[in-house]
T-cell receptor, first 116, second 113 residues
Framework: EPEVTQTPSHQVTQMGQEVILRCVPI?????FYWYRQILGQKVEFLVS????????KSEIFDDQFSVERPDGSNFTLKIRSTKLEDSAMYFC??????????????FGEGSRLTVL | AQSVTQLGSHVSVSEGALVLLRCNYS??????LFWYVQYPNQGLQLLLK??????LVKGINGFEAEFKKSETSFHLTKPSAHMSDAAEYFC???????????FGSGTQLTVLP
C-alpha cells in the first residue's frame, strides 16, 4: 500500500541552527502539506503546496519556514533558524490525484524535532 | 473558516463497553469530516470519513460515526471497546475550497481491563 515516508524520524538540533525535514509523498498525489504537533497539543496546519507553489499557509508559517519540492519525489520543510518553541512532531501529508479526490490526507509517521 | 471542538480530552471506558467520542464542527459550507487515530509514537491513520451521501459511515476496527447536520456533530462510536483501541483520536473538518484539514484538540481514549 502506498505511503508517505518522512526522514529523519528524530532530529536534535541547537537553537539557531537550520533544519531540513524531508518527505516523500504518495507518488500520484498532487497536494502536499506540513502539519506540526507540539507535545500534548493539537495537530496544527502549517502549509499546503500545489503545482510547485504554496497554496495556503497558517500564521505559524512565518519567514523562518520554507517548503520546496526539489525534484519529482521529495517535499521538504526548512526551518532557517530554529527556536526552542519549534520543538514538535512535524507531519507531512499528501492528498488528491488527477481524478476525483475524496479529500482525505495521508500522513507520514512524523519527524520529531527537538531544539536545545 | 472551519473549526472543530472535541468534548473531553480524556475518556476512559472498560473493555467491552461502548465507546463514544464527541466531535462538533463549525463550517460555513458543507463539510467533509474525518476521524483519525494516533497510536503512541506513530502518525495519523484515517479511521473513517464523511464526504457526501449516507450519514452513517463505517470505518476500520469496528468504528462508525454519524453526521448530523442539525446538531453539527460527527460523534465516533464503537459498540465494544478493545484494549487495542487505546490511542488518541482526532476529529477533523475540511470545507470549501481549502484542501487542508482543521483538527480538533484530540481525545485520549483509555481502555480499562
Amino acid at each position: 500500500e502506498p505511503e508517505v515516508t518522512q526522514t529523519p524520524s528524530h532530529q536534535v538540533t541547537q537553537m539557531g541552527q537550520e533544519v531540513i525535514l524531508r518527505c516523500v509523498p504518495i507518488s500520484n498525489h498532487l497536494y502536499f502539506y506540513w502539519y506540526r504537533q507540539i507535545l500534548g497539543q493539537k495537530v496544527e496546519f502549517l502549509v499546503s503546496f500545489y503545482n510547485n507553489e504554496i497554496s495556503e499557509k497558517s500564521e505559524i508559517f512565518d519567514d523562518q519556514f520554507s517548503v520546496e519540492r526539489p525534484d519529482g519525489s521529495n517535499f521538504t520543510l526548512k526551518i532557517r533558524s530554529t527556536k526552542l518553541e519549534d520543538s514538535a512532531m512535524y507531519f507531512c501529508a499528501s492528498s488528491g490525484t488527477s481524478g476525483r479526490s475524496t479529500g482525505e490526507l495521508f500522513f507520514g509517521e512524523g519527524s520529531r524535532l527537538t531544539v536545545l | 473558516a472551519q473549526s472543530v471542538t472535541q468534548l473531553g480530552s480524556h475518556v476512559s471506558v472498560s473493555e467491552g463497553a461502548l465507546v463514544l467520542l464527541r466531535c462538533n464542527y463549525s463550517s460555513s459550507v458543507p463539510p467533509y469530516l474525518f476521524w483519525y487515530v494516533q497510536y503512541p509514537n506513530q502518525g495519523l491513520q484515517l479511521l473513517l470519513k464523511y464526504t457526501t451521501g449516507a450519514t452513517l459511515v463505517k470505518g476500520i476496527n469496528g468504528f462508525e460515526a454519524e453526521f448530523k447536520k442539525s446538531e453539527t456533530s460527527f460523534h465516533l462510536t464503537k459498540p465494544s471497546a478493545h484494549m487495542s483501541d487505546a490511542a488518541e483520536y482526532f476529529c477533523a473538518v475540511r470545507g470549501g475550497s481549502a484542501r487542508q484539514l482543521t483538527f480538533g484538540s484530540g481525545t485520549q481514549l483509555t481502555v480499562l481491563p
